[in-house]
């Protein structure tokens, strides 16, 4: 699943729409699968940075669960991403072989 406000199917569509001017770089995913292979994916990229700050030039990627740990509120199999100046076609394949990367 991917949760952007900038998709007509996001509930806060309208909202931001009405709100914003553009929409920004930021989004999240939820990866089919449990918090182990939600850390796999976030390791696996290469061109994305892992860290807390969502801020920079540079794109990042969080696992969320990681940080706060097993009380935490947010789903364990979510990422937090932050896109930079990196080119999208090699964002979006970087993202595609590391999701390839997970068992069937």
């Known amino acids: 699943a991917v949760h952007y406000p900038g998709l007509t199917s996001h509930p806060g569509h309208a909202i ?3 709100q914003m001017t553009a929409f920004g770089g930021m989004l999240s995913i939820q990866v089919h699968g449990d918090a182990d292979q939600t850390r796999a994916v976030a390791s696996n ?3 994305f940075t892992q860290a807390t700050s ?3 030039v540079e794109s ?3 696992h ?3 940080v706060e740990g097993p009380t935490s509120r947010t789903p364990p199999n979510l990422l937090r991403i932050s896109i930079g100046l990196e080119h999208v076609e090699d964002l979006l394949a970087d ?3 590391a999701l390839m990367s997970l068992p069937a």
């Open 16 to 18: 931001a729409q009405k």
């Open 64 to 66: 969320r669960y990681s």
């Open 54 to 56: 969502l801020g920079g």
């Open 60 to 62: 990042l990627i969080e």
């Open 45 to 47: 990229v290469q061109l």
């Open 95 to 97: 993202l595609d072989q």
